[in-house]
T-cell receptor, first 116, second 114 residues
Framework: AQKITQTQPGMFVQEKEAVTLDCTYD???????LFWYKQPSSGEMIFLIY??????QNATEGRYSLNFQKARKSANLVISASQLGDSAMYFC?????????????FGGGTRVLVKP | EAGVTQFPSHSVIEKGQTVTLRCDPI?????LYWYRRVMGKEIKFLLH????????ESGMPNNRFLAERTGGTYSTLKVQPAELEDSGVYFC????????????FGPGTRLTVT
């Protein structure tokens, strides 16, 4: 079984500053993927970034980067130059590739509020 | 290209009633998933379709929940009879057969059972 832990239920960040959202995971499968999703107040889940367990480099997508520390089993999301539109819930998730099916296991989420 | 759509966006029903949620995946996506988030809890996997077949339904909470995917296109999730603890947001997601792990989510259906 796999598990995702997001220890920050909520946080404030000043506009234009960077913010790091913590995510630790637990899995016995050597082949897995880590995902971050954003859920704004409108409710939809928006895929942000993906990191494979065998990827040598940290994933980056625009202002989003994933600080992947495999030995520590952490996959923190870094949002650079925060914008007001970044205010949302953020979910970390894991998918084990060797397991049957493609189900994502999610953490409890972190609510980010960007202050002007 | 249209994204994943879900209907209704919000449903309020009384305990004991029946509700059917619908999900239309992205055109051409063979994989369709249902997830839900009950109040204050994590988003939990319910089941996974590959075309019209149930690949994994290990997350379905009990036999009051019935999911179908007619012809491998849209899917419905029926709750009958609804209980108070079924309240939450039900998400649908879809992915291509070639990249099954890139799941695109719909906006969710907020179900309130009173």
């Amino acid at each position: 079984a796999q598990k995702i832990t997001q220890t920050q239920p909520g946080m404030f960040v000043q506009e234009k500053e960077a913010v790091t959202l913590d995510c630790t995971y637990d899995t016995s499968d050597p082949s897995y993927g880590l995902f971050w999703y954003k859920q704004p107040s409108s409710g939809e889940m928006i895929f942000l970034i993906y990191q494979g367990s065998y990827d040598q480099q940290n994933a980056t997508e625009g202002r989003y980067s994933l600080n992947f520390q495999k030995a520590r089993k952490s996959a923190n999301l870094v949002i650079s130059a925060s914008q007001l539109g970044d205010s949302a819930m953020y979910f970390c998730a894991i998918l084990n590739f060797k397991a049957a099916g493609n189900k994502l296991t999610f953490g409890g989420g972190t609510r980010v509020l960007v202050k002007p | 290209e249209a994204g994943v759509t879900q209907f209704p966006s919000h449903s309020v029903i009384e305990k004991g009633q029946t509700v059917t949620l619908r999900c239309d995946p992205i055109s051409g996506h063979d994989n369709l998933y249902w997830y839900r988030r009950v109040m204050g809890k994590e988003i939990k996997f319910l089941l996974h379709f590959v075309k019209e077949s149930k690949q994994d339904e290990s997350g379905m909470p009990n036999n009051r929940f019935l999911a179908e995917r007619t012809g491998g296109t849209y899917s419905t999730l029926k709750v009958q009879p609804a209980e108070l603890e079924d309240s939450g947001v039900y998400f649908c997601a879809s992915s291509q057969g070639s990249i099954p792990y890139e799941q695109y989510f719909g906006p969710g259906t907020r179900l309130t059972v009173t």
